[in-house]
Each structure stands twice: as C-alpha cells, then as structure tokens.
C-alpha cells in the first residue's frame, strides 16, 4: 500500500498554517493508475498543482474530498498494490 502526499518541497515556501485546496480527483476508487499519472488537481498559494501516482496501483481510498482544504503531510489518496 502507498499512502499519497504532497511533495513535501511545496510547503516550503508557504507559511506555517497555509492550507491546500484540492479541487479535483481524476480518479476515482476502483481505478488502475500507472505511475507518474496524474490523480488529481490542487491549489496551495494561489499555485496549481497536480498529484501524481508515485507507484502504480489501484486506488483504494480518496481521504480528502474535493472541495476540502488539507495541510502538509495529509494523506490525499491510498494506493493498494497493483495485482
């Protein structure tokens, strides 16, 4: 299983209590991805991001909703073993 965050690297420049939005998902649950496949679409600091599989895999759980703000090291998706 991987547990999907963002990179890290993007909350450095952000202030301490910034708070991402996650706009949208590209996936749903049940969905085979590949890795490097783009899952779903954010904004942290007036700044669009994607979140890309970093493994390939089926997505098991969407933690964050669409619409719903996340901080660093939230867990935004979970990815089981691609079998």
């Known amino acids: 299983m991987v547990d999907v ?10 202030e301490p209590d910034a708070e991402a939005l996650l706009e949208s998902w ?6 085979h ?3 490097g496949q783009v899952l779903a679409k954010a904004s942290l600091v007036q700044q669009g991001l994607v979140v890309a599989a970093p493994a ?5 759980q969407i933690a964050v909703a669409a619409g ?3 901080g660093p090291g ?3 998706v979970r990815l089981a073993d691609d079998e």
């Open 26 to 31: 590209l996936v749903d649950e049940g969905d």
């Open 74 to 76: 939230y867990i935004l």
């Open 56 to 60: 390939p895999g089926v997505v098991e």
């Open 68 to 70: 719903e703000k996340f």
């Open 5 to 14: 965050i963002l990179d890290p690297k993007r909350w450095e420049s952000a």
């Open 33 to 35: 991805v590949d890795a």
